[in-house]
């Protein structure tokens, strides 16, 4: 059975950070693009970071770059995200997604999806 399982949340103080871990389980990720989504209280969801395992590549919404570093760990068939001086804003529940190949910045075209782990930044 093919399963994405995040990890990481929790609740931190404005200017904290927080490691964000997908696990997959049932298949291997290295011929996957997985993606970060995040969907705050009455918003829609937003694409947050992709990577692209077989081709190395990675991609970030610009408001994103430079606070939050998407990376893998092929031995351990998970996925990161790295979130730095987090804020307010950044409140929301994470998902992680899996489609094949490339990164889409279109949510509907991810074919797994993870359960969310909820982040909540105090100020």
């Known amino acids: 059975q093919l399963q994405l399982v995040e990890s990481g949340g929790g609740l931190v103080q404005s200017g904290g950070s927080l490691r964000l871990s997908c696990a997959a389980s049932?298949?291997?990720?290295?011929?996957?693009?997985i993606a970060w989504f995040r969907q705050a209280p009455g918003k829609e969801r937003e694409g947050v970071a992709c990577i692209g395992l077989r081709h190395g590549s990675s991609y970030y919404v610009d408001s994103l770059k430079g606070r939050f570093t998407i990376s893998n760990d092929e031995a351990k068939n998970e996925v990161y995200l790295q979130m730095s001086d987090l804020k307010p804003e950044d409140t929301a529940i994470y998902y992680c997604a899996a489609r094949n190949l490339y990164c889409s910045r279109y949510y509907s075209s991810y074919d797994y999806w993870g359960q969310g782990t909820q982040v909540t930044v105090a100020s």
């Open positions: 049932g298949f291997t990720l290295d011929r996957y693009a």
